[in-house]
């Protein structure tokens, strides 16, 4: 019996079925980008490898899990995805890679009576920080909104508690604000466990629709030993979706210095299938810092307030076609992705015109999307969230 069941969970980890409670799924995509002007050149197009990324989920009874997600992409963009705009971590202008150990939670959710409209629940470990919206990974455009950074907090060490009722769920973490500098490091948990804090409420007044308001306090994210600025960070949302249909609005605001750097962001995503093909659109706004720059795609770290040379505002549309992903233990769907965006400078000495060689750019990415097991669409979400509950603050996308 005891062989039985071990070759039962093999077979179901190898599928990406659940059996005993545990699960494998897999995500890739591999895409050609094209974008004019690069940070770099006039022109760039390139062929990258982008998410790849494998989660564990394993249950711990009725109300535990446990879930570990690797993400290969120091592997795979060690210089970054070729994406204007985007920046953190020390990338300027191309979207950084993630962490190899992206998510390590263990969490649980119980009920506490109430006739079933009141429970509790909690997370510890490794991941997403209780704040903001979802996961730009798991929401139907395949380039990374520029607003990453104001509107997640990511690869922490985090403990957090939760409590429902009804229809309302709050949230509150505590973790360490650094973030990290690479793809192997690790939080630092000496000296910076517990110096910041963020709390979420989010209500779903009916099914399908959903608000959410976040508020954080992040000590000396770009700074790892911690001398850096505190930010001050809010976000809401409201989210609707049905089947075949999705409908999303964040607004965030992030603040240094007691508000002597502010930077905020709008945008907003829609998305429709049709049969087996989906349509989905975003128009961002969203003002930045502008670092002092190693290279066009680099800048220093540790990083201080000081090599802020000013800010830009960035306004971006991007539009994607793509076919829905069968069902199935491995499923693939083409993509095509197209962007416009306008740079405006907005404070200090950085001119995007001299930096860029004009105010504007054009990207096009076409490549395929690789799907096994589950999709992803749940990647940070624990507790009394990773249940199948439509609790989010962003929405799913598939």
């Known amino acids: 019996m005891a062989l039985r069941r071990l070759l039962g969970i093999g077979l179901g980890l190898v599928t990406g079925t659940a059996v005993h409670g545990q699960t494998l799924s897999g995500h890739a995509v591999a895409v050609w980008h094209w974008t004019d002007p690069s940070a770099e050149s006039p022109r760039e197009h390139r062929f990258q490898v982008l998410h790849p990324m494998a989660t564990l989920r394993l249950g711990l009874g009725r109300y535990a899990g446990l879930r570990i997600t690797g993400n290969g992409e120091g592997l795979t963009i060690p210089a970054g995805e070729l994406a204007l705009g985007n920046w953190g971590e020390g990338f300027i202008d191309r979207r950084h890679p993630h962490s190899y150990l992206h998510e390590a939670i263990a969490d649980a959710g119980i009920p506490l009576g109430c006739g079933g409209r009141c429970r509790a629940g909690g997370f510890l470990g490794k991941g997403f920080v209780a704040f903001g919206s979802d996961d730009p990974m798991t929401r139907p455009a395949l380039r990374y909104p520029i607003n990453h950074h104001f509107s997640q907090i990511l690869e922490r060490a985090v403990v957090g508690l939760q409590a429902e009722v009804g229809r ?22 000496g000296g910076r466990f517990g110096d910041s804090w963020a709390a979420r409420l989010v209500v779903a007044p009916a099914d399908g629709l959903e608000a959410s308001l976040s508020h954080a306090s992040v000590r000396s994210p770009e700074h790892r030993p911690g001398a850096g600025a505190t930010q001050a960070k809010w976000h809401g949302s409201v989210s609707w979706h049905r089947t075949g249909s999705s ?152």
């Open 168 to 189: 309302a769920l709050l949230e509150a973490t505590l973790f360490n604000g650094d973030e990290p500098e690479h793809p192997g490091q690790w939080p630092r948990i």
């Open 247 to 398: 409908a999303f609005l964040e607004w965030a605001r992030t603040s240094e210095l007691d508000g002597f750097f502010v930077f905020e962001t709008a945008l907003l995503e829609a998305s429709r299938s049709v049969g087996a093909l989906r349509i989905a659109a975003r128009l961002e706004r969203t003002t930045r810092p502008e670092e002092e720059r190693q290279s066009p795609t680099r800048s220093s770290r540790p990083h201080l307030e000081n090599s802020i040379l000013g800010t830009t505002r960035w306004s971006v549309a991007t539009l994607t076609a793509s076919r829905r992903p069968a069902r199935g233990r491995w499923s693939w769907s083409p993509l095509l992705e197209l962007s416009y965006g306008r740079i405006e400078s907005r404070s200090g000495i950085f001119d995007p015109s001299v930096a860029y060689g004009g105010s504007s750019f054009v990207a096009a990415s076409v490549g395929v999307r690789w799907l096994f097991g589950e999709s992803h669409e749940r990647v940070g979400r624990y507790g009394l969230r990773r249940d199948g509950q439509d609790r989010s603050a962003g929405h799913p996308s598939h």
